[in-house]
């Protein structure tokens, strides 16, 4: 059984959506693993978002940790999150050292982890983009997507490191961004821009089909990826990827375009 941890703002639906996906998949036997805590950097009465994320993992009889963060940097005189990141993320270390998880999952923790915390803990991360594809934040993937007129994007499943979205790769898939759904929305671009220089495109109908389309893999990519963990198909130890032998595993982790299609289409999502 693959043991769990699980770190998350729990900001919005989306982060609830993950934990309620990896849950669900337990419950009904498709994922042989346990989710042994839930942190958050919020605690009850900071959000609606968070507060409907405790409350769930209180249902599910899950531990739940919580650490204000925001609390933390009031308590110090305030000013920049970096000042505090490597301090608080030492004593959330502390806070989880009586749990044993083989991994944990970054899904929605919207604050960059501290050093300690990398090394005294492995933790996967999703990167909404290809391998070799565009990095920073996914508004920043998608605009240089459409910047470059990529024909695919995809979702990643990477371990994190010292290094911001740029850990060994798990797990990738990918979906086309041309073709009969978005070809009309590439050229409503075009008329609009009128040989304009490269911009950012938040609000066009082409953005937020990206986005739309990115949203949907995550999931089901999560999900097989965290399968093919618990089956040791793949893992992680001390930073590196090995499959169920020990031995390395060299470039860009599994594709799992066919488990994750095949996902999609049957909850009738793609």
């Known amino acids: 059984m693959l043991r769990l941890g699980w770190i998350t703002t729990g900001r919005g639906e989306g982060s609830l959506g993950f934990l309620k996906t990896v849950i669900s998949s337990i ?48 308590k110090r005189g305030g000013g920049y ?7 608080y993320h030492s004593e959330v ?11 944990s999952v970054l899904a929605g923790y919207l604050l960059i982890t501290g050093k300690e915390m990398i090394r005294q803990m492995p933790m996967i991360n999703l990167h909404p983009a290809l391998p070799n594809g565009p990095s920073g934040t ?27 979205d740029e850990g060994p790769i798990l797990s990738w898939c990918s979906y086309p961004i041309k073709g009969k759904l978005y070809d009309p929305l590439w050229k409503d671009l075009q008329l609009v821009l009128n040989n304009q220089e490269k911009k950012n495109f938040e609000g066009s109908k082409l953005f937020l089909k990206i ?35 020990g031995n390395p595993i060299a ?20």
Not at 81 to 87: G, I, P, T
């Open 27 to 74: 419950e009904n036997g498709d994922l042989d693993a346990s989710i042994e805590f839930v942190f958050s950097n919020r605690e009850f009465g900071e959000g609606e978002g968070s507060d409907t994320l405790f409350k769930f993992v209180e249902e599910k009889q899950i531990p739940l940790v919580t650490f204000s963060s925001s609390k933390y940097r009031s």
């Open 81 to 87: 999150w970096s000042k505090f990141r490597e301090d």
């Open 93 to 103: 270390v502390e806070k989880l050292s009586i749990f044993n998880p083989q991994v």
């Open 138 to 164: 996914w508004i920043q993937v998608i605009n240089e997507l459409i910047n470059s007129n990529a024909d695919e994007s995809g979702v990643m499943v990477h371990s994190v490191t010292d290094t911001l």
């Open 211 to 245: 986005r739309e389309d990115g949203i949907m893999y995550e999931r089901p990519l999560l999900l097989k990826t965290l399968m093919a963990m618990a089956t040791r198909e793949i893992n992680v130890y001390d930073g590196n990827l090995i499959d169920r032998l």
């Open 251 to 270: 470039g860009n982790g599994l594709c799992l375009d066919t488990e994750v299609r095949q996902m999609l289409n049957s909850n009738g999502l793609s």
